[in-house]
């Protein structure tokens, strides 16, 4: 008991002693470095993000898309049109009413990048010759519509195989995280290569390349829902949409693309 007495006024006086340090109010005592490490610039803008109410309902809207659109959805869709999402153009858009291709950047198999589309306001006076006046891209996410896509570009080829200020790419977008990751994506670009003795020598070649990465966004600019049918467009030398196409070409539409080709070259 008696032990106990002594060490009861040693307690009270360390509780005594100890007082929050928002009861002294001239102590300016400086913290150290490291609690401002956070706060960087950098930091900062990463925390902004992250609280930005408009990011974060944006990325919701595109989960709620993701989750809605699957792949059954598309292939239910792919039944009942056979890819025909609607008719092809039959006459060119007006210019003052088209709308802009967005901006892709593309490989081609021997490793090169280019951005399409090649716009005339994008290039010195100098390069603007080398402009196409018209420029055809056919778009293709999965391999089932490579067969869409071919039946629009080889009588598109046969037609304007002699003809200059014309170009055709044929786009494969692959979305796949794990293909996009170096050495895959160099190494798919290697398989993709052709042998020397197959190229031709017509003015107009198909030029096949490849965009690698998230598409997500560049789908919505287009408007395109179904990943499993091919989509042409039409392009002039401002990189405006003039026409468009979908899956299977019929011969109808194959007029309809090359008598507009003519016209945009010409205007």
């Avoid at 002693?17 to 930091?43: A, D, Q």
């Avoid at 081609?108 to 100098?126: C, E, H, Q, W, Y």
Wanted: charged fraction near 25%; proline fraction near 4%; aromatic fraction near 12%.
């Amino acid at each position: 008991m008696l032990r106990l007495k002594r060490l009861t006024p040693k307690y009270s006086y360390f509780r005594d002693s100890i007082v929050p340090i928002t009861h002294h109010e001239n102590l300016n005592y400086p913290l150290p470095s490291h609690h401002f490490s956070r706060f960087t610039p950098k930091r900062f803008l990463d925390i902004y993000q992250f609280a930005n109410k408009a990011a974060i309902q944006k990325e919701r809207a595109r989960i709620h898309d993701e989750m809605n659109r699957g792949l059954v959805t598309e292939m239910a869709e792919l039944k009942q049109h056979g890819g025909k999402i609607a008719e092809a153009n039959k006459v060119l858009i007006p210019a003052i009413s088209a709308t802009k291709f967005p901006d892709l950047e593309v490989n081609f198999s021997n490793g090169k990048t280019m951005k399409l589309p090649i716009r005339i306001s994008d290039v010195v006076d100098a390069d603007k010759l080398s402009v196409p006046k018209a420029s055809l891209v056919c778009l293709s996410f999965r391999a089932n519509s490579q067969e869409m896509v071919n039946s629009w570009s080889m009588p598109f080829v046969e037609a304007f195989s002699k003809s200059e200020g014309v170009h055709l790419y044929q786009v494969s977008l692959i979305d796949s995280w794990l293909l996009s990751r170096y050495p895959l994506k160099n190494f798919l670009l290697w398989t993709m290569k052709k042998p020397n003795h197959d190229e031709s020598k017509d003015t107009l070649q198909r030029q096949m390349v490849y965009s690698f990465g998230d598409h997500y966004y560049f789908r919505k600019e287009l408007r395109i829902l179904n990943t499993l049918t091919g989509y042409i467009f039409l392009l002039d030398n401002f990189g405006r949409v003039r026409w468009q196409g979908f899956g299977l070409a019929t011969k109808d539409e194959v007029s309809s693309l090359i008598s507009c080709t003519s016209l945009l070259m010409n205007e």
